[in-house]
């Protein structure tokens, strides 16, 4: 059984840093791509980043390029959320998933979540 494990969730102001870790377990880590997900309240849960196997490809949503950087250790079964110059509309519960990439064509790919169950979310909230 897999087990995602988020954490690093807190309150920062406005232009402040966090450090996302979604640490998995049960399942061969570097066989699957791994995204970062995050719901806010009253809204559907949307994409934010994902990163391959082998970290060597990332996409991320428009909403956060330039700001977050997905990154990923195989070695400790763990996936990464840097997250600089936060924004009050960054605010909500975010979640890691593994992931599936669809390919659009020229567009970049869309990311689903690979399993259909979550773990407990880190709450990320920015104060302004």
């Known amino acids: 059984q897999v087990q995602l494990v988020e954490s690093g969730g807190g309150l920062v102001q406005v232009g402040g840093s966090l450090r996302l870790s979604c640490a998995s377990s049960?399942?061969?880590?570097?066989?699957?791509?791994m995204g970062w997900f995050r719901q806010a309240p009253g809204k559907e849960r949307e994409f934010v980043a994902s990163?391959?196997?082998?970290?060597?490809?990332?996409y991320y949503a428009d909403s956060v390029k330039g700001r977050f950087t997905i990154s990923r250790d195989n070695t400790k079964n763990t996936v990464y959320l840097q997250m600089n110059s936060l924004k009050p509309e960054d605010t909500a519960v975010y979640y890691c998933n593994a992931v599936k990439c669809l390919p659009l064509g020229t567009v970049q790919p869309m990311c689903v979540p690979f399993y259909d169950f979550w773990g407990q979310g880190t709450q990320v909230t920015v104060s302004s």
């Open positions: 049960g399942r061969v880590f570097s066989r699957y791509g």
């Open positions: 990163i391959s196997r082998n970290g060597g490809t990332t």
